[in-house]
């Protein structure tokens, strides 16, 4: 069974938590949107302009299916994964691990000029609503939450670590 799964919106440090959690961890590191591009051939920002939102979440749903059947270590979910109820399911019973941001410092990581394709027009306001949409499934899907404002990602990871499931 995966040992992490890491959640949050973008900007709140699954990628990169995700490889140092891995790390201490000794285990591996998968991240569902690496697996996307993989099958796709192409980077998500391709996938959602030339395919569509539909088919990325499509191909995210199977990527988060496969990854939570086949790996073992720490995983890092897609943002929006977790909108999908077949997804939510297979989660249960997971570790799962809320990285919480505010906006301030989730725009500073994402960068306004971004690729990431959900925020394309008015990327501020569109952080900020994707965020307060998302923040209540994000909340009850978590079994640990780490607010990850002003902080470090190794001490992000080792609080991951002292708060994880023997």
Excluded: C, W
């Amino acid at each position: 069974m995966t040992r992490a799964v890491l959640i949050g919106p973008p900007g709140s440090g699954k990628t990169t938590v995700g490889r140092l959690l891995a790390e201490r961890l000794g285990v591996g590191f998968r991240d569902t949107d690496a697996d996307v591009e993989a099958v796709a051939g192409k980077p998500v920002s391709d996938i959602f302009v030339e395919d569509g939102e539909e088919r990325f979440r499509e191909l995210e749903r199977e990527a988060v299916r496969r990854a939570l059947a086949e790996h073992e270590g720490v995983l890092s979910l897609g943002g929006g994964a977790v909108l999908n109820e077949e997804t939510q399911a297979l989660l249960a019973g997971h570790t799962v691990v809320y990285l919480q941001v505010g906006l301030a410092d989730a725009v500073q990581r994402v960068g306004l000029a971004s690729a990431r394709p959900l925020l394309v027009l008015n990327p501020r306001s569109q952080l900020k609503r994707l965020m307060e949409e998302r923040r209540p499934v994000y909340e009850r899907l978590a079994v640990l939450t780490v607010e990850t404002d002003k902080r470090e990602p190794a001490e992000l990871a080792d609080e991951i670590v002292k708060g994880l499931p023997a």
